[in-house]
């Protein structure tokens, strides 16, 4: 599915960046990597090639791993990019939750489930709240 291009942004707007086409995937990851790097139970992840995506602002960039490199916001902190020469070779990983429109894409597969949370597999069993319970 071609998107056109759509934005997107750290919190504070510091780092914004547009991604034009079609992603190669849209992946909501389990891993304890990506868990602690974003303090969620589970991260996604919408994924362009490098020249689909022109960035303004500068991330600060870290590694994450042997072979993995996350960006973020040096302002606010936001989670943006994950890069993986090894891996996932000139793809630049998105956290979906950073899109302007984030509904816009659904994601469409879990990965790395052998770390996932257990409880995570029961989320739609809990109580609904429309706004934080009074």
């Known amino acids: 599915m071609d998107t056109g291009s759509i934005g997107g942004g750290c919190h504070c707007g510091a780092i914004r960046y547009v991604a034009t086409g079609a992603p190669e995937h ?23 090639r490098e020249e689909q995506v022109a960035v303004t602002g ?24 994950y890069r993986n020469a090894a891996m996932l070779p000139g793809i630049v990983d998105v ?11 659904a994601p469409a597969v879990h990965i790395q489930t052998a770390e996932r ?12 709240f429309e706004h934080y319970p009074g």
């Open 26 to 48: 849209h992946a909501l990851c389990h891993c304890e990597d990506c868990r602690r790097s974003a303090g969620a139970p589970m991260v996604g992840w919408i994924a362009w």
């Open 58 to 81: 500068t991330p600060v960039d870290y590694a994450s791993s042997e072979h993995g490199r996350r960006a973020f916001c040096g302002t606010c902190g936001s989670g943006l990019f």
């Open 95 to 105: 956290q979906s939750a950073t899109l302007d429109d984030p509904a816009a894409f």
């Open 117 to 128: 949370l257990d409880w995570t597999r029961d989320l739609d069993s809990l109580p609904e």
